[in-house]
């Protein structure tokens, strides 16, 4: 056994072993489902992370930008991520508010109404175990890559080893493995794009370098690499792609069930909002470690196929034995966190949200439901053609425009009702799911502005907003809404508003230093390495690059001023201490 075999076998083992004795101490379906409500920010943040990186970032979006698209994935200060932030102060704190065991079941208790829970159930099952069927295809390439295991064999070995522990020890298990491996990923990560950098030079030579790179024009450019041949024939119409695409998903951060459905853990919601800035800062630096260690291969290596393999071959080509196995380790252990999280989504929307039962839910039941789930997910996993980067696009933008509207809405709506909320949701499921797959099978091609995701959200406005014309809010939905409003006595507390201002004082000294990073390290650097520098040796200020670098502070100092001012008036004010209830 080599040392990159062994290495990922002693990380599955001790997960393994984590999650199903965190599942001895699973009594009843509150631990199963929210892990008791009682995690602090570290798992919180520990699991938010894991659960959103896996085999796709690691593989497939590494690989979209090792194939031509490295500088518009490391300039962009974020959009999506601050769905994280937004989504935690607008929607987060009031879904655990609300004490429901799933997202699709809050939805239900907040319009009450099972048809509306049904649906939200629905596109988690669709959505998400699309989403579970790439990460476990993930992990397969990366077995049948690295061990002696075919890549059918190395499917079912990942499936066994997410499948057993998440089924018996559920959000528990999830959230303690999560961090664990978020730990591992992160390490391993941090180490190998450090020895890289160092061995290229350091960062400004390893960015000019890149700038260089002939057969991929543009790569470090602001838009990347577009043209003839190219899946965007000019640089507008990605940046059309990417700015619909972001939006989606930062949506998909802010009510998507795998991000979501954390909150509902949290032990209060000063957790939820100082996790969310955490994580939201976490991945976006994780985010341009993984990005820009996939572009850079091309300065040795432009020609590895499939693109989905790159930080794999940098693991085993680029960097010491010892540091290879740890990152392949931490992304086998990002696959795997990833994987127990969707599935666990499955398998309680499965048992909680689609069925109205006459009998209250059993952990017995649930368990056999989720392993029922994990089988046909095993079975699709086989029968789908592996498109990791593509498909996962598609995932995230299903809750984008199926959630979004609706999310929103019925926290911050007097006049959204049950049926607006229920065709709602169907309507931007339905104008997503359909137009892409009618793309996918080449029956139609639409144009960047015509993306599903934006197509799906539209109908979902429109649908939402023309069915509340027609209809009213019953007392008892504007009753419930009004109780979410109403904070809870513990967290209106000054100690605990201290410290979570102070986590959005993180984000603002982020958010002011980050500029003068981007510009000295990759700005300068890409003009001198592609040429544009001025005639004088100075910096040309009217580029994209540098635009874009600019744009981090306005995007995450205006962000925190408002969480700060929002965190004060929600639990610092007189008035609110006058209304604030216990849970």
Known sequence: MDIFTGTIAASIIVFFIVGNYAGRSVRQLDDYFVAGRRAPTLLIVG?????????????GEAGFTYDGQTGAYILFPGVAVIGYVYGALLFGTYLRRSRAPTVADYFGGRFFSHRVQQVAGLTIIIAVGC????VTQGAAILLSDLTSLTYNQGMAVAWVSYTIFTMYSGSKGVILTDTMMFMLFTFATVLVIAFVINDF???????????????????ASWHGWVGPGRDWPTALDFLIWLMIIDLSWSLVYAVGPWQASRHLMAKNE???LRSAVYTCIIVLVMQIFIYGLGGLVNIVNPDITPVETVIIWASKNMVPEVLGAMLLAGIMAAALSSASTFLSLIGFSVSNDIVKRDEPLTLKTTRMLMMVCGVIVLVASYMFPTNLFWLMIFVGTVFASSWGVVGIMSIWSKNITEAAAFWGMLAGLSFNVIPALFQTLGWISLPSYFDPALIGFAASLVVTLGVIKFTNVTPQE???REKLHIAPAEDCDEGKIKKTIRASRVQILFGAVMPFIILIYYVKPYQRGSGTLLPD?????FTGEA????????????LAIITIMAV?????????KQEVINE
Not at 51 to 56: D, E, I, L, Y
Not at 547 to 558: C, D, E, K, S, Y
């Open 47 to 59: 699991t938010l992370v894991a659960s959103v990186f896996s085999a796709t970032i690691f593989l």
């Open 131 to 134: 989403y579970l069927v790439v």
């Open 201 to 219: 030079g350091g960062v400004a030579a390893s960015v000019e370098s890149l700038a260089r790179v002939e057969s991929k024009p543009d790569i």
């Open 270 to 272: 000063h957790v939820v």
């Open 478 to 480: 504007a009753e419930y």
């Open 537 to 541: 040796g100075s910096m040309d200020w």
């Open 547 to 558: 635009f874009l670098a600019l744009t981090w502070p306005v995007v995450h100092i205006g």
């Open 568 to 576: 004060r008036k929600r639990y610092g004010s007189k008035s609110n």
